[in-house]
């Protein structure tokens, strides 16, 4: 699979690039550089699996180009490589259909087991975007919430909040834990999601919610229930 690194710097696009290479079923990195063919030469890889695009883009606001890049010709998954964990702006981009979210704070193992996910059909964000209550963002937004992905998934809010832990890669007894409810409870909210998006699999059901147009972003009562805090930011890797 080929894959599209999009950074301005150096040093971040080295460390992106060695990520990338890392994954086993990327055969391929692209360098494309940010500036005005940005577009152009991205539609010309449009048959890559992913690209990996860092922000701030020099000279572009970044939301509008991130749009535009989604309106035209693109690579199957576009990740994004961002500076900022604000859940607002975090949300405005996954509302665009981005496959995830992650910070240059990451460490390189983390960020290639979330692009790992995104190649299995998944999407990922922040832990601390995950855990904040959906009060919270849309004090900084508007559009639909985990209230409204429960209604377009015909899900009941706890059978949705799971969903959306599965989407992350949790397994089952890390649910269990955050939700404070029992592996078998959890076993058998995963098995009556997994027949109403009749399914068989998370990845499955991750595909079919997200092809239904469900954000899979924030849920309800998640940030109250958990007692675990997001875990602390780790750094990316910048060699080549």
């Known amino acids: 699979m080929k894959s599209i690194v999009v950074e301005a710097h150096p040093l971040v696009r080295a460390g992106a690039t060695h990520v990338l290479q890392s994954l086993p079923a990327i055969t391929e990195v692209v360098s494309v550089e940010p500036d005005e063919a940005l577009f152009e030469n991205l539609a010309a890889h449009a048959d890559a699996e992913l690209a990996l695009i860092g922000l701030p883009l020099p000279g572009i606001d970044d939301l509008p180009a991130l749009s535009r890049l989604l309106q035209q010709p693109h690579p199957r998954h576009v990740a994004v490589l961002g500076e900022t964990d604000s859940a607002a702006h975090v949300r405005t981009l996954m509302q665009l259909n981005v496959s995830a979210y992650l910070l240059k704070s990451y460490s390189g193992k983390l960020i290639a087991a979330a692009l790992e996910l995104v190649l299995a059909g998944g999407r990922y964000v922040p832990a601390s975007i995950v855990l904040t209550r959906p009060e919270a963002i849309a004090a900084g937004s508007s ?98």
Do not use: W
Not at 181 to 197: G, P, V
Not at 203 to 221: D, H, I, K, S, W
């Open 143 to 240: 559009g639909s919430n985990g209230n409204d992905d429960c209604a377009l998934l015909g899900l009941t809010q706890r059978q949705y909040e799971i969903l959306v832990l599965l989407s992350r890669g949790h397994p089952v007894k890390t649910i269990s834990r955050m939700l404070s409810i029992s592996e078998a409870t959890t076993k058998a909210h995963i098995n009556a999601l997994y027949r109403r998006l009749e399914v068989r699999s998370r990845t499955e059901a991750v595909f079919v919610a997200t092809q239904r147009g469900a954000m899979l972003l924030n849920q309800p009562n998640i940030g109250a229930e958990s007692s675990s805090p997001p875990s602390p930011p780790l750094r990316l890797a910048r060699t080549g």
